[in-house]
C-alpha cells in the first residue's frame, strides 16, 4: 500500500487546474464547431472592446460625469447592483455547485476536506464571475485609465470590486449551507427557488420603500442614493476608492482598497470555516428523494404531439419550484414595480411624449424577454439527456421545434399581457389603446419567444444534471443582448412609424404593427431555421 | 404491429461506417437481421456496439453506408423507419418529473397510439414488468432497475416491429432479468425482432438465435453460439466466452495489463 499526503493548497490547485482543463477541453476538444467558436470569440471581444472603449473614453472626459458627486453617485449606483445581483445569482450557483452537480459524489469521498471543497466551489463560481465581469465591464474601466491617464486604476478596480464581491459569494453560500441543513430533505432541491425568491423580491421591496421614502421615482438609483452614503457599508468603500482613484489621489483611494481585501479575507475565511462542518449532512439531505405518490388517473385520450410535448413541458415545469420560481421570480419583480402604489411602472413617466400605452407596453415585453430567457432559451436544452425520447420517435425537427415553442410561447404572451393590460388599466388607457398595444405586444412577444428557442436550439447542452444548468451562462447573456436589441427594434419601428405618420391614428397604427409584424416574424424565421438546421445536425 | 417492407430484412447495414474526429469508432459493417430473429451483438467496451445501436435508430449519422429499417432508411425516410422502431439505451435517461404512467401516456402520443390500442396496452406492459404499483410515483423515485422496465415498457407501447436494446439486463434483478428474457423470446415468437448489446455472455448464448462478435469497430465473428464454437476451434466444453477472448484476443492482454497495473 502506498500513503499519500496532502497538501490543501496543492490540492486546490488541483482541482481549479482540473476545472480550467475541463473548460479548456469543452473549448478545444469538442469539435471542429467548438474549437472555431473558441477563435471567433476573442476576435468579436476585442471588436466589441475596440469600439467601446473610445466611447468610454469620451464619456469620461465629459465633464458633469466627473464632477465630484456624480461620480460618486454612478459609481456607488453600479457598485450596489452589483452587490444585488451577485447576491441574487449566487444563491442559486451555491445550490446548483454544491449539491446537484455532477462530481459533488466523488469530491466527497475523496480525501479533500468539505472546507476546501467549498474553497473551491467559491474560487471557480469568482473566477467565472471575473471572467464575465472583465468582458462586459473592461471597456468602462479601461476608458477610466485612458481618460484620467492614470493605468494603476485598472489593478485598483479589479482589486476592490473583487473584495467587494467575494464576501458577498461567501455569504450567500453560507446563507445557503445553512438553510439546506435545516429543512426537509424532500423540500432541499426547492429552496433555490425559494432562497433567489426571498433575496429578488427582498431587494424589491427594499428599493420601493427607499424611494416610498425618499419622495422620488422608483428605482435602482433612488436605492443607491438612499444607502449609498453611510460609510459602515462596504460598497459605500469601493465607490470612494474608485472615485479617488479616478481623482489621482492614490493613498486616500488605497486606504479603503485595503480595508474592502481585509474584509473580504476575514469574511470569506469566517463563512467557509463556518458552511465547512454542515456541508456534508445537507448533502445527504439533497440526495433522499422523497417517494410522492400522485393522483393518476389517464384517460388514455390520443393527443397531437405538440400537445402531448406542451402538457410533457408544463407538468415537468410545475413539478419543479426551483425552476418555477426562477421564472416567475423576474416577472413577478416587474409585477411589484408596474403595480406597486407610487410606482406607476418602471419608468413610466419618462414616455409622456408618447402614446399612454407606450411605458406599459416596453416594460411588459422587457418582461417577457426574461419569461423568454427563463423558458426559451432552454427549451430544447431542459430536454437534457432525455432528448432521446422525441429524437428516436417518429416525429420530425420540424415539428418538435414547433412543439418545443409552445410552452414559452403561451408563458411570455399571458405573463406579459397580463402585466401591461393591468397596468394600463390602472392608468385609465381607452379600450382601443388596450386593445392596439395588446395586439403589437402579442407579436412582439411571440418572435421572441421564437428568437429565444430558436437560439436554445442552437446552442442546446443537453449534458447535464441539474436543469437549471441547461443554459450556459454565456448564451443567456448573449440572449438578454440580443433579445433587448429585438426589442429596440421593434419599439423603433414602432415609434418611426407613428412619427413618419404624424401620430396615433388608424392608417399609423395599422403602419406601426406591420412594422413590429415585419421586425418580429423576420427574426423567428431566421431564429427558427437556424434551430432546425442545428438540430438535424445534432448527434447525441 | 406496425409492419414495413414485408421482403425486406428488419434491420440492414450496409457498409456502414462511422467516424469520430480522431478515431474510427465502425468499421464498414454489413449485416443483415432477419425478421423474427433476436440478434445479440457482443464485444469489449469501447467496442462500437452503443454507437452502432445509435446509428441504427438515427440518434448518429453513418459516416459512410446506410441502415434500412424494413427497407426504410433511417436518414432519408426516417420518420417511416422509426415507426417501426423501439428503443431502450443504456441506463435510460427518463422524465424525472412525469409518473411512470405519465411517461408511457408520451410515448404513446409521440407514436400516436389509439385511444382503444393504449387503454389496453399500457395496463398489460406496466402489469407484465412489475410496474403497476409504482405506476403514479415520479420516476426520479425509481430504482435503475425500474427505471430500465419502465423505458422498455416506453418502446414497447406502439409494439413495434424491431426493438433495439443496448445492455438492456443491466441493473436488472435476476427476476427481472427472467422476465426481460422470456419477453423477448416470446416477442421474436410473434414475428417481432430484437437487436440487442449484452456484456452478459451467458444472456446472449441462451437468448440469441445469432451473434456478433464487435472489436476495435469491426465484425469480427457472426453466426449460431454453435458456428462460432465450431469457427473457433474450441471442443465441447468451450463456451461462448471462450470465443468471446479467443475472438477479440482478450484474455491474454487483459491479464497482463491487470497483472502489471497491480503491481506498479
Request: hydrophobic share 35%; proline share 5%; aromatic share 4%.
Given at each position: 500500500m502506498t500513503s499519500y499526503e496532502f497538501s490543501t493548497l496543492a490540492q486546490l490547485a488541483g482541482l481549479l487546474r482540473a476545472g480550467a482543463r475541463g473548460y479548456w477541453n469543452s473549448c478545444w476538444r469538442s469539435g471542429a464547431g467548438r474549437r472555431v467558436a473558441t477563435m471567433v470569440a476573442p476576435l468579436v471581444g476585442i471588436l466589441i472592446w475596440s469600439g467601446a472603449t473610445p466611447f468610454a473614453v469620451t464619456m469620461w472626459r465629459a465633464d458633469g460625469l466627473r464632477r465630484g458627486d456624480s461620480l460618486l453617485g454612478l459609481v456607488s449606483t453600479v457598485m450596489v447592483v452589483l452587490v444585488a445581483f451577485t447576491l441574487a445569482t449566487s444563491v442559486s450557483f451555491a445550490l446548483a455547485s454544491i449539491y446537484f452537480a455532477k462530481d459533488v459524489e466523488w469530491l466527497l469521498v475523496t480525501p479533500i476536506g468539505p472546507r476546501l471543497f467549498l474553497s473551491y466551489r467559491l474560487l471557480a463560481q469568482f473566477l467565472l464571475g471575473a471572467a464575465i465581469g472583465t468582458v462586459v465591464a473592461g471597456p468602462a474601466v479601461l476608458g477610466l485609465a485612458i481618460a484620467t491617464g492614470r493605468w494603476w486604476i485598472v489593478p485598483l478596480v479589479a482589486v476592490v470590486v473583487g473584495s467587494l464581491l467575494l464576501p458577498t459569494m461567501s455569504m450567500a453560500l453560507l446563507g445557503v449551507v445553512a438553510v439546506v441543513r435545516l429543512v426537509p430533505a424532500r423540500l432541499v432541491k426547492n429552496v433555490a427557488g425559494l432562497l433567489v425568491a426571498i433575496v429578488g423580491f427582498g431587494l424589491a421591496a427594499v428599493d420601493i420603500a427607499a424611494s416610498v421614502g425618499s419622495g422620488s421615482g422608483v428605482g435602482v438609483s433612488t436605492f443607491a442614493h438612499a444607502i449609498r452614503s453611510p460609510l459602515w457599508l462596504p460598497w459605500s468603500w469601493a465607490a470612494r476608492s474608485i472615485v479617488d482613484g479616478a481623482d489621482g489621489r492614490l493613498v486616500p483611494a488605497l486606504l479603503p482598497a485595503a480595508a474592502l481585501g481585509a474584509m473580504a479575507i476575514v469574511l470569506t475565511s469566517i463563512t467557509i470555516a463556518a458552511a465547512g462542518p454542515l456541508l456534508r449532512d445537507g448533502w445527504v439531505r439533497s440526495q433522499t428523494t422523497g417517494r410522492q405518490r400522485r393522483r393518476v388517473r389517464s384517460s388514455f385520450l390520443p393527443l397531437p404531439v405538440s400537445l402531448a410535448v406542451l402538457r410533457k413541458d408544463w407538468r415537468t415545469l410545475r413539478r419543479d419550484p426551483a425552476q418555477l420560481i426562477q421564472l416567475l421570480l423576474p416577472i413577478g419583480i416587474f409585477a411589484v414595480y408596474l403595480l406597486s402604489p407610487r410606482a406607476g411602472g418602471l419608468g413610466l413617466g419618462s414616455f409622456h411624449d408618447f402614446p399612454i400605452w407606450y411605458g406599459p407596453l416596453t416594460t411588459a415585453a422587457f418582461a417577457a424577454l426574461f419569461a423568454a430567457s427563463g423558458l426559451g432559451l432552454r427549451a430544447v436544452g431542459s430536454e437534457g439527456r432525455q432528448f432521446w425520447c422525441l429524437t428516436t420517435s417518429p416525429v420530425s425537427t420540424g415539428a418538435l421545434l414547433l412543439s418545443k415553442l409552445l410552452l414559452p410561447a403561451i408563458v411570455a404572451v399571458s405573463a406579459s399581457l397580463a402585466l401591461m393590460v393591468s397596468t394600463e388599466l390602472r392608468v385609465g388607457t381607452p379600450a382601443p389603446a388596450v386593445l392596439f398595444s395588446a395586439a403589437v405586444l402579442v407579436v412582439c412577444v411571440l418572435g421572441l419567444s421564437c428568437l429565444a428557442t430558436g437560439l436554445g436550439a442552437v446552442w442546446p447542452?443537453?449534458?447535464?444534471?441539474?436543469?437549471?444548468?441547461?443554459?450556459g451562462v454565456w448564451l443567456a447573456i448573449f440572449f438578454m443582448v440580443l433579445g433587448a436589441a429585438y426589442i429596440a427594434a421593434c419599439v423603433v419601428g414602432l415609434t418611426l412609424a407613428l412619427l413618419i405618420t404624424g401620430g396615433p391614428t388608424g392608417l399609423s397604427s395599422l403602419l406601426a404593427f406591420l412594422v413590429c409584424l415585419l421586425v418580429a416574424g423576420t427574426t423567428s424565421w431566421v431564429a427558427l431555421r437556424a434551430g432546425h438546421r442545428r438540430l438535424l445536425a445534432l448527434e447525441s | 404491429m406496425s409492419m414495413g417492407t414485408p421482403a425486406s430484412p428488419a434491420l440492414a447495414f450496409l457498409a456502414v461506417a462511422k467516424r469520430f474526429e480522431d478515431r474510427m469508432a465502425v468499421e464498414r459493417l454489413d449485416l443483415e437481421v432477419a425478421k423474427g430473429e433476436l440478434f445479440g451483438l457482443i464485444g469489449p467496451n469501447g467496442a462500437g456496439k452503443t454507437t452502432t445501436i445509435k446509428m441504427a435508430v438515427g440518434l448518429l449519422r453513418p459516416s459512410s453506408g446506410r441502415i434500412l429499417v424494413s427497407g426504410f432508411?433511417?436518414?432519408?425516410e426516417g420518420s417511416r423507419a422509426r415507426r417501426l422502431l423501439g428503443y431502450v439505451p443504456d441506463n435510460a435517461p427518463l422524465y424525472d418529473k412525469l409518473t411512470g404512467l405519465e411517461m408511457l401516456e408520451l410515448a404513446a402520443d409521440l407514436y400516436q397510439v389509439s385511444r382503444q390500442r393504449r387503454r389496453r396496452r399500457i395496463p398489460a406492459l406496466l402489469e407484465a414488468l412489475d410496474l403497476e404499483a409504482d405506476a403514479s410515483q415520479l420516476v426520479q423515485s425509481y430504482s435503475r432497475g425500474m427505471r430500465q422496465k419502465l423505458a422498455l415498457c416506453a418502446a414497447l407501447v406502439h409494439d413495434p416491429e424491431v426493438l433495439l436494446l443496448d445492455e438492456p439486463t443491466v441493473g436488472l434483478d435476476p427476476v427481472a432479468a427472467r422476465q426481460l428474457r422470456t419477453m423477448l423470446q416470446s416477442l421474436c415468437a410473434t414475428g417481432h425482432t430484437v437487436f440487442l448489446s449484452t456484456h452478459a455472455l451467458e444472456v446472449a448464448a441462451v437468448l440469441c438465435d445469432r451473434v456478433g462478435i464487435f472489436n476495435q469497430g469491426r465484425l469480427v465473428a457472426l453466426g449460431t453460439v454453435a458456428e462460432l464454437e465450431r469457427t473457433a476451434g474450441?471442443?465441447?466444453?468451450?463456451s461462448l466466452e471462450d470465443v468471446f477472448m479467443n475472438v477479440t484476443g482478450a484474455e491474454d492482454q487483459e491479464t497482463a495489463r491487470l497483472i502489471s497495473a497491480l503491481g506498479a
Open positions: 447542452r443537453l449534458d447535464w444534471s441539474d436543469p437549471r444548468r441547461s443554459v | 432508411d433511417i436518414q432519408r474450441l471442443d465441447a466444453a468451450g
